[in-house]
C-alpha cells in the first residue's frame, strides 16, 4: 500500500470517528501543503481537503466548528501567568527558644 492509499485510509476512518464522536459536520481535511500538492486532492469523501501548514506531513485534521484546533494560543488571553512563590527572608543566627513554665 502506498502513501497515497495509506492517507486516504486513515482519513476516511477519521471522518468516521469524527462522525461518531462530534455533532458537528466536517466542514474540511486539514493536510499539510507538501502532502496537498504531493496527493492533488481536491476532496474526499464529499469534504474539502485544503493546505494548513500547522498540520505536520503525513498528518491530517478534521475542522469543524466544533474543533479545538489551536486551543492553545487562544486560551493564552484568558489564562493569568503563574504567580511566583512568596519568598520569606529567614533570619541569621540561633532561633531564640521560648522561655515558659515547660523549660
Known amino acids: 500500500m502506498g502513501l497515497e492509499e495509506e492517507m486516504r485510509a486513515f482519513v476516511k476512518a477519521g471522518l468516521a470517528h469524527h462522525d461518531s464522536t462530534c455533532p458537528m459536520p466536517a466542514k474540511a481535511i486539514l493536510l499539510n501543503p507538501g502532502n496537498l500538492e504531493l496527493f492533488g486532492w481536491d476532496e474526499l469523501f464529499g469534504v474539502p481537503v485544503e493546505a494548513d501548514e500547522r498540520v505536520a506531513p503525513k498528518r491530517f485534521r478534521i475542522h469543524c466548528d466544533g474543533s479545538a484546533f489551536g486551543i492553545e494560543e487562544a486560551m493564552e488571553a484568558f489564562v493569568e501567568a503563574p504567580v511566583q512563590p512568596?519568598?520569606?527572608?529567614?533570619?541569621?543566627?540561633?532561633?531564640?527558644?521560648?522561655?515558659?513554665?515547660?523549660?
Request: aromatic share 6%.
Open 86 to 103: 512568596l519568598e520569606v527572608p529567614i533570619p541569621a543566627g540561633p532561633a531564640e527558644v521560648p522561655s515558659g513554665p515547660f523549660n
